[in-house]
């Protein structure tokens, strides 16, 4: 998952600001299948035989969404700073069908959403 957000925040001490965040989300999605079939093929005056088959198919996938959250930001030193947040981002939903034919396999991503908490330490400089 990545996002581009903006932040807009309120000051609550001279060195610790809340703040909410918002913007677009994509993700990477990669879906993987393989089959393998088995089929006994009976023969009158032979033993019988199986024959075997396999197949394979694969699926890759940009999904553009949305991105909400908020955190705090607070001075722990002198030009060091923590910080923690949380940000849901959505994608909708998704469908895709693979292996088509015979042994076609639907896939429905339903709200597919990811839930991220966010924790970093920075340094700022010229203070």
Not at 15 to 22: E, R
Not at 96 to 123: E, P
Request: net charge neutral; with cysteine.
């Amino acid at each position: 998952m990545t996002a581009a957000c903006a932040r807009v925040g309120y000051l609550v001490t001279p060195s610790t600001i809340l703040f909410a965040s918002g913007g677009v989300s994509w993700i990477q999605n990669q879906i993987d299948v393989s089959s393998v079939t088995s089929t006994r093929v009976a023969h009158y005056c032979a033993p019988d035989t199986i024959s075997t088959s396999t197949a394979s198919d694969s699926l890759s996938k940009t999904n553009m969404g949305w991105s909400l959250g908020g955190g705090i930001e607070t001075k722990i030193a002198h030009n060091w700073l923590a910080r923690g947040e949380y940000r849901y981002s959505s994608y909708g939903s998704q469908q895709a069908s693979l292996m088509k034919g015979t042994q076609q396999i639907s896939v429905d991503f339903d709200k597919h959403s990811t839930q991220t908490l966010l924790v970093g330490v920075a340094y700022q400089f010229g203070q």
